[in-house]
């Protein structure tokens, strides 16, 4: 009986010394998986220092803008064309060659256009040797004075009325008509007469179509710009009218974006761009615009602004893509912070700034902003230090290392 109770009594001594034992085997288990260290002060945690990364508040203009996406096309681009039918003798250009405005381009097969325009030079002097005899056979012009002047007087009275609106097209013409057939039968144009008789006036017409039909045989640059889509050849016929290649000025570029109804009004010609292009980056073009649509698309609801860009480095070519940032708006000696910096809590705006080590909340009021900076209308001051990296964890008083 003894020996039970003593058996009984160890049970119980165990038991006890498991409950006193348990949760302090517990407790240290998991303050070891946590990586808390039971013999930590926990007073020492105040001595953490952050590092942090900061900017001056400042003074400057606010720029705001409206962003839109476009396609780069050249300044002028123009598909050459021949006006005659001929034949290349000669070639000047190859794909991706720069020339300048009335270079030489091409060379036809001028042969029978030089035949053809000594032929006009040929019956031109024979219309000036019918002109000469006729001149000599037609009677001295008796025109009556008085009359021709009554005529032509009706004439630029008729000019006025027409100019002001006080006659109609239909009963101008049929009108003038009439007064210059009167002028001529009175024998005021008499020479007129004589040269139309003659053909001196057709010829001289056949002599400059066969003057421009032989400049026709050289076909040259419009404007400066770079050739492009070229494979022509010496020997090869051409046609009339038909595309021969391509010419870009892109000297100059112009993008074209469009932008959503409720900006457009925002945008004005003249407004400055900042330009950036996706296969060039890192670069960041300036532009103009040089005009606004007033039409709407009615299907995205969208407008059409082209932007005018200097191609400095001749770079930039048709085809690529950019995004703009349009200056609608620009708001003078406005007290500025980082967008960075801005930080929200209990739905109240703040700030962390910098003073003798120690993070310092700051709430703020605010007011317009753009992709970089904030308006501060109230809550810091230009030149105090505000923190831009590194605040998230921060807490009023926190001690800080500026690492800029």
């Known amino acids: 009986m003894k020996k039970n109770i003593k058996i009984f009594a160890g049970l119980i001594f165990i038991f006890l010394l498991g409950i006193i034992v348990y949760p302090y085997?517990?407790?240290k288990n998991e303050?070891?998986?946590?990586?808390?260290?039971?013999q930590m002060d926990y007073g020492s945690l105040d001595e953490i220092v952050f590092d942090v990364k900061t900017e001056k508040v400042k003074t400057g203009d606010l720029i705001l803008s409206v962003t839109a996406n476009g396609i780069v096309k050249a300044n002028k681009e123009l598909d050459v064309m021949s006006n005659i039918n001929g034949t290349i003798t000669d070639v000047y250009i190859y794909e991706g060659k720069w020339v300048a405005a009335n270079d030489l381009l091409l060379k036809l097969d001028d042969r029978e256009y030089k035949i053809a325009l000594k032929e006009a030079k040929d019956k031109l002097i024979e219309a000036k040797v019918e002109y000469g005899f006729l001149t000599k056979e037609a009677p001295v012009d008796t025109a009556e004075t008085d009359v021709v002047q009554k005529i032509n007087e009706e004439l630029k009275k008729l000019e006025t009325m027409y100019k002001n609106g006080q006659i109609e097209k239909d009963k101008y013409l049929k009108k003038k008509d009439e007064l210059e057939t009167k002028l001529l039968f009175t024998g005021a144009k008499r020479n007129d007469l004589i040269l139309n008789k003659s053909g001196y006036s057709r010829a001289i017409n056949a002599l400059e179509k066969a003057k421009l039909n032989l400049s026709y045989t050289e076909i040259r640059a419009p404007?400066?710009?770079?050739?492009g889509d070229f494979n022509l050849v010496v020997g090869q016929h051409i046609t009339s009218n038909k595309p021969l290649f391509k010419l870009f000025d892109i000297n100059t570029i112009k993008l074209h974006v469009n932008v959503l109804e409720d900006e457009i009004n925002k945008i004005k010609r003249g407004n400055s761009v900042r330009i950036e292009i996706n296969a060039l980056p890192g670069k960041e073009y300036v532009g103009k615009v040089i005009y606004v649509s007033p039409f709407i698309n009615p299907d995205n609801k969208t407008g059409k602004v082209i932007i005018k860009i200097k191609n400095v480095d001749g770079k930039i070519k048709p085809g690529m893509f950019a995004?703009?940032?349009?200056?609608?708006?620009?708001?003078?000696?406005?007290?500025?912070?980082?967008?960075e910096a801005l930080l929200v809590r209990d739905r109240r705006n703040l700030v962390f700034t910098v003073q003798d080590s120690l993070a310092k909340w700051k709430y703020v009021k605010i007011g317009k902003q753009n992709d970089k900076y904030i308006e501060i209308l109230s809550g810091v001051s230009p030149g105090e230090d505000v923190i831009v990296k590194g605040q998230y964890n921060l807490a009023h008083d926190a001690k800080v290392r500026v690492r800029n």
């Open 25 to 27: 085997i517990i407790n």
């Open 31 to 38: 303050n070891s998986g946590n990586g808390i260290d039971p």
């Open 223 to 227: 404007f400066a710009g770079v050739v």
């Open 323 to 339: 995004n703009a940032k349009i200056e609608v708006e620009r708001l003078k000696n406005r007290i500025l912070v980082p967008k």
